[in-house]
């Protein structure tokens, strides 16, 4: 029996890497199923039921990756929804930051990916899954390690269920945050960070991209504004990000804000 998984992806170029991606992580025969939308991911969940289509349990999705950006609303929804659904559930998204990190991880997220990470490097997390390993993409990895890293709570790992590739059953890991809380991104410490130099390094776009990060728009809402596709947003703020030394639109804010940039 063909192992069920959904993607939940508005993108469609980004849908159709991730079904690559999934159908390049394991041996067994895959089924896929492609939604663009919360309503069209909750029809298929409900669909997928063993009470609605009368079939065994084995009908249901084990594995649901979700973007935290769709048109109808936040991915976190649905992962809150999916709460004891028998999936492995993983995040796929453009942000490695912490507002959208740790808020996934207390809703139920299994692992997280970043879109922008390799091919090769995408399938190679998945592929953790059927070795017990939570996939995470290494950027969100050296982050998880990073912000815990001198905390007394410690990075416990649950097992919410097992996930069953062919005729061996293996172990599922996600996150247990309970103990953890959110904490929000700390400013940088101007003694620390010598901010004005950096931003004479910024370009003309980079410097507009920053300022629609820093007025809370979206990299969807942003690539509008300035007429351009959203990967192009995606690399400049990447570059932002490494010209400014940040890890998060947060943190970027701050530091135009100081300095006048917006």
Excluded at 62 to 90: C, F, M, Q, S, W
Excluded at 205 to 212: A, C, G, S
Excluded at 217 to 242: C, P, Q, R
Aim: overall charge negative; aromatic content about 8%.
């Amino acid at each position: 029996m063909a192992i069920r998984v959904l993607i939940v992806e508005d993108n469609p170029v980004a849908r159709n890497f991730l079904v690559r991606v999934v159908h390049d992580s394991f041996s067994d025969e895959i089924s896929v199923t492609e939604a663009g939308d919360l309503e069209s991911a909750r029809r298929a969940l409900s669909l997928a039921r063993p009470e609605h289509r009368g079939g065994p349990a084995g009908q249901s999705f084990r594995l649901v990756l979700t973007d935290l950006e769709l048109p109808d609303g936040n991915g976190l929804e649905l992962l809150a929804e999916l709460t004891g659904y028998p999936a492995t559930k993983i995040v796929t998204t453009l942000y490695s930051d912490d507002d959208h990190l740790f808020p996934a991880l207390q809703c139920g997220a299994d692992g997280y990916l970043l879109k922008e990470d390799r091919f090769e490097v995408l399938v190679e997390e998945l592929q953790k899954i059927v070795r017990g390993q939570p996939p995470l993409s290494p950027a969100i990895a050296r982050r998880l390690l990073s912000h815990f890293r001198g905390s007394d709570a410690p990075s416990t790992l649950s097992s919410p269920g097992t996930l069953d590739f062919g005729n061996t059953a293996f172990n599922t890991s996600g996150f247990n945050t309970s103990g953890f809380g959110v904490t929000r991104p700390v400013p940088i410490d101007p003694g620390q960070q010598q901010a004005a130099p950096e931003y004479e390094r910024l370009t003309p776009r980079e410097n507009e991209v920053l300022t629609y990060l820093s007025k809370g728009f979206t990299i969807k809402e942003i690539a509008s504004l300035m007429g351009i596709k959203w990967f192009t947003v995606n690399d400049h703020i990447k570059s932002i990000y490494k010209k400014l030394n940040v890890s998060s639109r947060a943190e970027a804010a701050v530091l135009a804000s100081k300095h006048g940039l917006v």
